[in-house]
């Protein structure tokens, strides 16, 4: 007799080494079949950033070979997961569902709907966390409640992390292997499997977006989805040129439009990703592993508390598109910078090792803020802050994203993330200070732009850093506001990061290019600076000390 089936779930975690969910599914048997479902909504709810349609694309179609070369194979069915799962758990004769848990709202609650479906149905479901080092569960206050500082949150999760490390509880597990694939002829209800939305192969990133807009139909039924074709060019494009803005689109998934605000980016719902050479990010799983061994062994992550700060550099690792889908394990990253340390050779690189796992730790604290305090994703979370009267002038939010604010080192920065999917952090920090306390524009007009283009975007990071930025989140200290000038002075004092994404100012010299005052004969069209720092400045500091406190 065959053992029993289980179906284990994909959703950030798009992996087969060292992923919790499937290797306590794998430990219990070897019949084990991998499912990702592709739900239009929720694929609409990623704010069709292309950036991340092609980087989930290309890592599905790394899955489904590794899936394969298990033994087994991956299912890709296409609808709401809260109808399929149940649909093919019956069909496939499946006697658990596993999958690993989430931390945003509308996640929690389609993962409660999917539960309560199956376990209606009497199947077993399995969940556990997977893609954090300490669960929002286990880690609280001396007075039992959340943290919402992050000094204090990050003192626990090391002694945590260090306590489950040295128990070898974080040592990252092999992926399974010679696992037992199901044979869909032999199926007791061959009727429902025939029924099941199966696509035939893997989606390109195109097909994505067109099951985004509700179309793509399911191409196959019952087949494994096994090959990938490249459509329309699409992925591996090398012009570089800013794309226009557009609509803005409502999260699904979480935040709200801010009300009233004046439209943002358009088209990006059909927009192919066209800087799939320019991202820093690289999709799948072994990509993931090769660029953390670049990062760890080579010399970033030993002068990382440096280079961390210098845009003009690779000074950071570009794991955060592989941390977001899960290419890459929390386990994963941490071993590697345990590695550095026990190889380091002075007191710098041990310095800098430490600070790329606060960092690690600056994800989580946000992971564990929206799991405890999900409001967040509706607003900001100091209450005040909804009475702020923000401008949202249209011209102004328009030269931001489109990188024509005459501000260079905002400008470079919002070139990069248009072209390329990615920012770094330094600029991301500036431009979002910039947005919200120069040009004085709702900070959810800024996070929603954001995820509208970032490869790595993921709700509780960006709010997490757009609320930090507006001063409008957790964070203790009340207003903090960059000037971007001396940012660019002390980040990127050649200007190296200025050149590379503004190539029309590169015949500028430094000191101009720093400051934003360029003549007028050497702009070659490049705009005059649309505010002045410093009376913007002061008119965002009357606006703040009016507000009513609390
Ligand atoms: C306004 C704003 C919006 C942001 N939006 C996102 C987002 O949508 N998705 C996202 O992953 N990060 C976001 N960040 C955090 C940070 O900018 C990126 O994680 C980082 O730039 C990714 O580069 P890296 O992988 O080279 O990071 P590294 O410096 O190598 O750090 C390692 C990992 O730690 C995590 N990390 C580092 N810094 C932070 C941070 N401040 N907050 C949370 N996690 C962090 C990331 O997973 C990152 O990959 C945002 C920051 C700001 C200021």
Not at 80 to 88: F, G, Q
Not at 299 to 323: H, I, K, Q, V, W
Not at 450 to 472: I, K, P, R, T, Y
Not at 489 to 504: C, M, N, V
Request: some cysteine.
């Amino acid at each position: 007799m065959s053992p029993p089936r289980w179906l284990f779930w994909h959703r950030r975690d798009l992996r087969l080494a060292d992923n919790l969910g499937l290797a306590a599914a794998a430990a219990t048997t070897r019949a084990v079949t991998g499912v990702v479902v592709l739900d239009p909504a929720e694929l609409a709810a990623m704010h069709q950033a292309p950036a991340r349609r092609w980087f989930l694309a290309e890592s599905l179609h790394e899955l489904a070979g590794r899936w394969q070369a298990a033994g087994s194979r991956l299912l890709i069915l296409q609808g709401d997961p809260v109808l399929l799962l149940p649909r093919l758990a019956a069909a496939s004769g499946a006697a658990v569902v596993a999958w690993n848990r989430g931390v945003e709202p509308a996640e929690r609650e389609r993962d409660r709907r999917v539960a309560a479906a199956l376990q209606g149905d009497g199947v077993k479901v399995l969940v556990d966390w997977d893609q954090l080092l300490v669960p929002p569960e286990t880690i609280f206050t001396g007075a039992g409640d959340p943290y919402r500082v992050y000094g204090p949150f990050l003192r626990n999760w090391r002694g945590q992390v260090e306590r489950r490390a040295a128990a070898g509880e974080l040592d990252p597990r092999p992926a399974p292997r010679e696992l037992l694939d199901l044979d869909p002829a032999s199926l007791p209800r061959p009727e429902l499997w025939a029924a099941l939305p199966l696509r035939a192969a893997v989606p390109t990133a195109a097909q994505l977006a067109a099951i985004a807009k509700g179309g793509g139909e399911a191409d196959g039924v019952g087949t494994v989805a096994l090959h990938h074709s490249e459509a329309s060019g699409e992925d591996h494009p090398s012009t570089r040129r800013p794309q226009a803005n557009g609509a803005l689109r409502s999260e699904a998934s979480g935040t709200r439009p801010p009300e009233p605000g004046p439209e943002s980016t358009a088209g990006l719902a059909q927009a192919p990703f066209t800087g799939a050479d320019l991202c820093p990010c690289r999709p799948g799983e072994a990509a993931a592993l090769a660029q953390l061994e670049a990062f760890a062994d080579g010399p970033a992550l030993a002068r990382y508390d440096e280079g961390r700060n210098l845009p003009g550099e690779a000074g950071t690792s570009a794991l955060s598109a592989a941390l977001r889908f899960g290419t890459l394990s929390p386990r994963q990253a941490w071993a590697a910078a345990a590695v550095a340390r026990f190889a380091a050779r002075s007191d710098e690189a041990l310095a800098s090792i430490t600070v790329w796992e606060q960092e690690l730790c600056w994800r989580e604290f946000y992971q564990q803020a929206l799991f405890h305090f999900p409001e967040l994703a509706d607003g900001p979370y100091r209450p005040q802050w909804r009475h702020f009267p923000w401008e949202n002038n249209p011209q102004r939010l328009a030269a931001w994203q489109e990188g024509l604010t005459g501000m260079p080192i905002v400008d470079a920065a919002m070139r990069q993330l248009v072209e390329s999917g990615w920012m770094h952090n330094r600029p991301r920090m500036i431009v979002a200070s910039y947005l919200v306390k120069d040009l004085i524009c709702d900070w959810r007009l800024g996070e929603r732009f954001f995820m509208e283009h970032l490869v790595d975007g993921d709700l509780a990071a960006n709010n997490g850093g757009w609320q930090w930025s507006a001063s409008s989140g957790m964070d203790p200290k009340p207003l903090r506001i960059f000037n971007p000038a001396t940012q660019a002075a002390k980040f990127d004092p050649e200007a190296t990061y200025i050149r590379t994404w503004l190539p029309e100012l590169a015949h500028v010299a430094t000191a101009d290019l720093i400051s934003g005052r360029i003549g007028a004969l050497e702009r070659r069209g490049y705009p005059e600076a649309i505010v002045d720092h410093k009376l913007q400045q002061a008119r965002f500091k009357a606006m703040h000390a009016a507000l009513p406190r609390g």
